[in-house]
């Protein structure tokens, strides 16, 4: 089979024109307009059986029979690197257009599995579809001739078409189980490499960087760091005239299905979120992200991501992880800019300290930016359920700044000492969502091992005679459905449990982070999304005759900072 398959090739050979037989059973003689169609297929798995199934000799073969029964107008309709299990193929549906317009006399395959490798599809053209359109349907090698009614050969047709179906079946199976084995090896399945990426010349399971590519990713990424959300971040790279990922690899020599549109930098939201969804730029090689029901429903679908298969370190990595997850984060943050087109970098950050819901930004066309203003979502839509925690961006934006400034700054100077209180004040919190997530874990674990008791005992009794079918059916079901929920949740809290451990990781990332803003002046999106996970805000209060209002700075991987606290200790 060649790399690139032949959508479809129409070919016509010079015209058969002898005189017509006399026999009056032969049809071969057929009207000058009507042709001779000669149907060749291969794909990857016929290609493996060698060239007794090639293109080349398939069109020989047939040619050759239409010369020697003198049938008129051969044109040849190819299929190269097309399933017979898939009839969605061009070159055929071109042929069954010819068919249906009663353009073609005669149908030539080498054998019935050129036409198909489904029984059912097979069947329902040879049976009705050719016959309605008056189109005579040969299969050299296995002896089929549709206008032979008396033929032994006809008969087996049926019997051939299961073996040609079973073969598939067979083949699909043996490749879904290699790929399977390969997938859970940590071998890459697919054969299109992630734009960023290219295949290493030496290894073509490597990847290696792609350094213009690369740096694009990078950019997509800063922007939605920033704040930006995919269309807009699709209208800068348009704007700066960056090629889309399938020009780029059109640009570098590299096939891709995907059509190039009218304008090469004309990107969409779509790919940009695709992009911003890929776990592979943190390096992870991801199998089984995809799947197909049988091999006769080709449709792609998306895989839950419980059932991927990720081997982390297997290429170099383009993004960090915890860019990477805070990206994530800021995707299920998302946020509408205003009606006048104004947007704030603490939008979809900041929330209310007693309903915890997010407060929304709000401004005007009258508004200068000094007015602009967070008001708690809640009570905007219903004022009797929350207070106001009104706060002014602009104040907002001093207080975080200098609260960013004093710890950047404390840890400069106080680094260890920061460590070793923070770590304790992990370790504590930690150590309290562990208890409370191995207490459930155990709880369940003694609840599956009684359902496993339970089974057996009705189990006993049914056979027994002491238990009814009926009633050990209801039971069985029942113990098997709470069986099946307990196991997906202790699961989940094995994975909760492990996380909660990897916790203490974060604070160095976080202390290394920190040391690069050390006397920052002022904030933006990206500074924002990397340092600080939540902001709550608290309702104002004015009993002593001032407003005063406390806020509080959740930072990314580490929580709360008491850094007032901290601060006092080091000048006590």
Request: proline letters at 4%.
């Amino acid at each position: 089979m060649t790399d690139m398959r032949k959508n479809g090739i129409i070919e016509t050979t010079n015209p058969v024109l002898p005189d017509a037989p006399t026999d009056k059973e032969d049809h071969t003689d057929m009207s000058g307009a009507k042709i001779t169609a000669l149907y060749c297929r291969l794909s990857q798995e016929d290609e493996r059986l060698g060239e007794s199934l090639s293109i080349e000799h398939q069109k020989e073969i047939l040619l050759q029979y239409a010369k020697d029964h003198r049938f008129p107008n051969p044109t040849f309709f190819v299929d190269d690197g097309y399933s017979g299990t898939d009839f969605n193929r061009p070159g055929f549906k071109k042929m069954l257009t010819e068919v249906e317009a009663g353009h073609v006399g005669v149908l030539l395959t080498k054998d019935l599995s050129r036409l198909g490798r489904n029984m059912a599809m097979v069947g329902l053209y040879t049976t009705f579809t050719f016959p309605q359109n008056g189109v005579r349907y040969i299969a050299i090698n296995d002896n089929y001739d549709s206008a032979d009614q008396v033929s032994v050969n006809n008969d087996f047709a049926g019997i051939r078409n299961w073996f040609n179906e079973f073969f598939a079946r067979d083949t699909s199976r043996k490749i879904r189980a290699i790929n399977k084995a390969k997938g859970e090896k940590g071998v890459p399945l697919t054969t299109n490499v992630p734009y960023g990426y290219m295949k290493d010349p030496s290894d073509p399971k490597h990847w290696i960087i792609d350094p213009e590519a690369a740096q694009v990713v990078r950019y997509i990424f800063s922007l939605c760091m920033e704040g930006r959300g995919p269309s807009q971040i699709a209208d800068q790279l348009i704007a700066e005239k960056v090629l889309t990922p399938a020009a780029h690899k059109r640009e570098m020599g590299i096939n891709v299905p995907n059509p190039i549109p009218e304008n090469p930098c004309h990107w969409n939201s779509s790919e940009v979120v695709h992009i911003l969804e890929m776990p592979e730029y943190t390096g992870c090689a991801v199998n089984f992200k995809t799947y197909t029901n049988s091999i006769w429903d080709k449709k792609t679908r998306d895989n839950p991501k419980e059932n991927w298969a990720i081997f982390p370190g297997h290429h170099e990595a383009i993004i960090e992880m915890d860019v990477f997850q805070r990206v994530q984060e800021i995707r299920q943050q998302r946020h509408r800019r205003t009606s006048n087109g104004r947007s704030n970098i603490f939008s979809g950050l900041v929330y209310c300290e007693d309903c915890k819901e997010k407060l929304y930004f709000c401004s005007c066309r009258t508004f200068q930016p000094n007015q602009e203003f967070f008001d708690c979502s809640t009570h905007w839509k219903n004022k009797e359920k929350c207070k106001g925690h009104y706060i002014r961006a602009v104040v907002l934006e001093e207080v975080v700044l200098a609260h960013v400034q004093m710890v950047t700054s404390y840890i400069l100077r106080f680094e260890d000492y920061f460590r070793q209180v923070m770590t304790a004040q992990k370790r504590q919190a930690s150590k309290e969502a562990i208890q409370i997530r191995k207490k459930e874990l155990d709880r369940d674990e003694r609840r599956i091992s009684e359902l496993k008791r339970l089974f057996i005992k009705v189990y006993e009794d049914n056979a027994a005679g002491r238990l009814s079918d009926e009633r050990y059916e209801m039971l069985s079901q029942t113990y098997e459905e709470e069986q099946k929920q307990l196991e997906a949740d202790t699961a989940r809290l094995r994975q909760e449990i492990e996380v909660q451990e990897a916790e203490n990781d974060h604070l160095e990332r976080f202390i290394e982070k920190a040391r690069t803003y050390v006397g920052i002046k002022k904030l933006d999106g990206y500074i924002l999304h990397e340092l600080i996970s939540a902001i709550y805000v608290s309702a104002p209060d004015k009993s002593s005759g001032h407003r005063e209002q406390h806020i509080r700075i959740e930072y990314n991987g580490i929580g709360f900072i008491p850094i007032h606290e901290l601060m006092a200790k080091q000048t006590a």
